[in-house]
């Protein structure tokens, strides 16, 4: 046995008690006299004390010997600290340590193991070991354990069974790219890694486990952009025998019962939103709701005078800033440049400064009087010192500009409080969207969400305006969840392929056996997927994923730690049954 | 709502209720007048009642027109049965319906779906989904999440962090072989998947994380054998500041409480024994403690004779079945025969019968007097009325020949109980195994395991005797778990991996990161992984672990049931800088 307590346990209470403890050498102060060493493990820090008219020569030797990080092993007495340190739960004591063995040496880390490092991102990733030891980084880590062990033992409580799903499955071109095993055992053929467990779990209602869910692994081989991994944690569900109504309430009921048991925080409002709804009133589908800076449509108070950039726009737009008119001149030419930036891609931007006294000034003031403006302030709820913000153009862009511009001075002016939640749910999406490049509808969820009723006959006459029984779970402006209820009538999962392009081979050859299970009695179901690492983060009050992910990979896709991935042996890819096929090699 | 209730939770208090259920058809009964139909879900089976003089000719026709797994939902009348099924935990009552739907119709399935089906393992296969809705299957897989869940909160209890380990990593030869992922994004190199995430978990312990477990899933490309999966489950546990006996200790309580959790059972014996021990007592390292008929070992009572067949063998090792001498004569032929089977690879086999008066009638008689073979009964612990069976030769092939037999006359007498637990502890494997086709010692855990204190001198003059600090559990004669303390000294980890054979570069290129960090102050630590797929079913009574796993792959690696691997598209193909390198193509 290496410790009869942890470096996280010893108070007041076990004065005089022998103890023998194991750690991470801290930091050490050496008064020659005296020597006090912070001894570190995950529970926490105990102060170690050497004293030479107390501690034999050969024990202060060695003491006087240790380096950061050294792990040692110590026997001693607990006692009393003359100066209390109220701060460390351990503050009321120390270790007067007879006995003192290191267990291994340490050489000096390449940064500091402390709460705020030294150490770049980039030298914390290749030693991903020792930023784990640092505090913050292992809370994540900890944090992220409670809210999995949350969430199963929430769901296992309500009657869902976790069945694990295979990872060597079957690659389908639609969607994202798949990642790819090449099978030894069956020359020229491939597994895929899921990129979820979708099929799958639809089976498992086809085959009655009613309610089911995972926690699991998923893949996607992407062009990674900031904060996205080529490998990510969902918890999957599905549920049998139900509709959209009784999706909504179990996951609100884990969202709030999450928030309840990680966060403390007690959610009174759970509201509701229709996509179109969303788009109208935040320009984004899953909006941030802590804060107003509601949108207010402007066309039909700014499209009945000469200023021809409104009279030619399909929407005039406008959120009001609280207390913007403070702004300095200056600082509204850094907000208009700020929207003209490649990223966001606003052509320019009208502002109204809502004076205390009640009038008004404007960039437009040469078409627009103050009764207009006043009427500005009526649809964007500006009270007198805010300034109102304008965007015009073509609908989607201008919602979209107008929503960045949004969250930008709700960032800049504190209002995103990471210790606040506020969830929503958005229905009712689009169930087709138009893709530019392939000039084509695409399934916006994917091709297993099922139309609102009466909404099929839609698909070819006005196939933009169908609805779907789909819904997104938003927190803090975060998509945290997404999810549909399914079809589950093979003519109508036919007819959907047949639109989404597949010819009927190709929806054989790829999703051949759902079409199959669906000639079996498959029941009515549906389900959702939350995005783990997101959620974490959310609640962890952070929205950088890769602080829980406990070793990431770098945008490249490469985990610079193991430096993988890696070249194989010939002989490997003999066995493959594989040649590599690479220019100048 | 589809549903009121589930099929499972109806009883007589519930008489009079209008209740609206749903689920499949398991059975009609149609008499013209009355119909009865068994209405499943996963809950169970409530019976549905259609009387002429009650329900409207509309719903009549509907139900006489059902199949066997339509799926519908129906609303009725609790109401008492007549002739009440004590078998069916709501067989008090019966639906009386007023209003039925068809919520999907179903064509015949390929194999009935009930307890025993006629369906053969490929039918099964190619329709798991069907084969799921069979309660035997389904029980198995709500079994499996109960073992994890039990697993996940005892573990959580004790402080336990579970950490998801990367999936797409670095392929070491080392070992079996790896499954790989050609990466798109880093031409020419590839990911391999996890066989275990042992060097992450230690990465882990250097990390400070202090208590580390994880249900993983893990990929090993070997060649099947029955009962074997290209993807299987591991939990997977690392503890730091440990010695063995805190390992021991830790695992002992999981097991123990899962067989009272899970089995109800209450273990009063947790036996250890050594790698020694288990060969001379048992054949084997993973014995079925739960039925006697230990060895004996014989070459001292019988190697005094002219009988040159055991005068020749390194070992004469004999097993008392009892109550053996009620064998016919064709009965001992048959065991003769059946050791002497090329899977077994015995010569022959002596035996004694132990007669009731006290007397000794053998095989060898011609070279053993009555003396000469009582002392083998005393040797074999045989008792009047027992079979002696003898083999003999080299000493480890014997041994493995007769725990064969052992273990295939226990499964015939019925000694091996499904619901009797015998967990035992093998501890003190030896560290090094050697391989005859490289005619080299290999690492018998992995090159990380602890030689015994004191034992590494012996590396150099005779390895096949340094033991490791390594243990199995096992229970009911299968090995469930197996860990070992591990190195945590970098010095001593070179040595190591230059006695197995790796260059500094090999090391270095494979492991430079382990041995990176533990230049960084490692922790003594150690760890265990179990089986989860082996550990649940021999929870649940079984021995065959396709069956608690949802979606198995078959002996050829290949989901038959989504056609898994597959071909891929050419451009994917290049897309991952690979080229198809096929003979005959």
Redesign the interface.
Known sequence: ???TH?NGELRIEHVNKTVTL???VQKTRNKGFMIWVDL????GITQLIFDEERTSPEVMEIAASLGR???IQVTGQVIERESKNPAMPTGDIEILVSDLQI?????T?PFTIENETDGGEDLRMK???????RKPV?QN??F??KV??AV??YL?EKDF???????????T?EGA?????????????????PQSPQ??KQ??M??????YFQIV?C?R?E??RADRQ??F?QIDCEMA???Q??ILQMFEGLTRHLLEEINGVTVTDFPRMTYDEAMRRYGNDKPDIRFGMEFGELNEVAQHKDFNVFNSAELVVGIAVPNGNTYSRKEIDALIDWVKRPQIGAMGMVYVRCNEDGSYKSSVDKFYDQQDLARWAEKTNAKPGDLICVLSGDVHKTRTQLSALRMHLAQELGLRKADEFAPLWVTDFPLLEWDEETSRYHAMHHPFTSPKPGQLELLESNPGAVKANAYDLVLNGNEIGGGSIRI??KKVQAKMFDYLGFSKEEAKAQF??LM?????????HGGIAFGLDRLVAILGGQETIRDF???P?NN????V?????????ES???????????EN?
């Open positions: 046995m290496y410790r942890t194991a750690g991470w570190r493990d995950r529970y990080e050294y792990v267990l291994n040496e340490s050489l880390p030693y991903r070991y020792l930023d784990i030891r292992r880590l900890v992220r354990h999995t062990m199963r033992n296992s069974v976790e069945v694990e799903t295979p990872y060597l499955i079957k690659s071109p790219r798949d990642f790819v095993v090449p099978s030894r055992m069956n020359e020229g053929q491939f597994y895929a890694l099929t799958f089976l498992l086809v085959g009655g486990m009613d309610k692994k893949f081989d062009d990674l080529p490998e944690t025998f139900v509709e109504e009784d589950y009538d051949g056996f199959d299970a669906f000639e079996y009695g498959a029941p009515p992910i406990a070793f990979k490249a896709g490469r985990d730690m193991i430096d993988a991935p890696a070249k194989i042996d490997q890819l003999k066995e493959l049954h594989l040649k590599l096929n690479i090699q």
